[in-house]
Structures are given as C-alpha cells and as structure tokens.
C-alpha cells in the first residue's frame, strides 16, 4: 500500500501478518499483525515509525520493535531520477492523505490546519496544489459545478489542471449524489479564510 506519492526515498516495510507471506522471510513474533506498507518518503527513517503506527492504527512501540526485528529487510530503493511535480487534486472530505502522517504539517500548512480539520473531527474537502492543501471545495449552489475556495492566490498553472480535475469529479458526482456534502455547508457559513472563489465549469 502506498501512502505517499512524490519524489523522495522510497522504503518497503513488509510485516505480514501471516508467517510465511511474500518477503520471502519468517516473521518474527514482533512483526506479526502489523499490515504490509509501502512508504515512499522525504523525511529521515526516524520518522517513519511514527507515520506507519499513525496509518496502521498500531502502537508506535509496535512498529519500532518490527523495525528492529527485520532490520536485513527494510530496504531503501533507489527513486526515480529528478522531482515529480504532483499533481493537482480535489480531495473528498476525511481522504487518507490528510490523516497518514503523524506531521500532518507536510501536508496541511499550519495555518490552515484549524480551517480544514474542524473541532469535531470532519476533514473538509480540499484543493491540493504543489503537494500541500491550498484550499477547499464544494459544489456550487445551483449544481453546475465546483465551487474552489482558494486560501491563498494560485500559481497560473493550477488553473487548467483543477479545471479538468473539477469536470471529472462533477460527473462523478452527478452520477450519484450532488448534494452529498451539502449538510457540511455550515462550516463556510462559519468563516474560512477563503481570498478569492471560482466556479469551475462542469462537463
């Protein structure tokens, strides 16, 4: 399972949670339980632990104690040449990126934080742009489209990216439910630190 997309050192943390799985490996009783996930990640291996135990739902203890029982099967492989410039992206409210890691800065900047992770636990949909929130999103009052709330000016670019991104999740959203989120509404209603919104057109 992959957690994270992007450039940087990419890490294979297999614990099986059967005892003879695919790495090829007798699992130590240390490991077992633990699921199979595959990391690639920026930070320091110290950091890991904590991510993997904050995705798995397991102690952090647990996970360092796998570490250390298959030290000869972490491997560090080698990435792809150059940066990967990521992509831009309309996230769905709660999406797994937003609540992987135990940093959640490298993704939420602090100063939004407060803005996207509510009081009461909902995680507001989101616009995902150079890898880090730069807004929320909802669709339109009228249904004809996707409403992008920007908390800071957008470079050029992320326009015609979000534009298509935005036809692709209005279709989808109007094959089901258009009104899926609408009882969410109330936290706009409530103040976000919206600078500039924009209609994105639909089809």
Known sequence: MQIRVGAGQLRRLCCRQDRAGSCGTTVPPAVHGIPCVL?????????LPSDVARFALVQKGRVQAALKELADEVRQLKPSEGDVAAPRRLLPMWDSTLLAYADRGRVIP???RKHVTRVNGDVLPTVLV?????????????????????????????GEALEAEA?????LLAAGDLTAYRRYDHWWAKGLPVTRTRVLASG
């Not at 990391?39 to 950091?47: E, G, K, L, T, W």
């Not at 036809?167 to 279709?171: C, E, K, S, T």
């Open 39 to 47: 990391i690639r990640s920026p930070v320091a291996r110290d950091a």
């Open 110 to 112: 602090p100063a939004y």
């Open 130 to 158: 150079d890898g880090y929130v730069a807004g929320v999103w909802r669709v339109a009052n009228d249904g004809a489209g996707i409403e992008i709330g920007a908390f800071h000016e957008l470079p050029g670019p992320a």
């Open 167 to 171: 036809r692709g999740l209005h279709a």
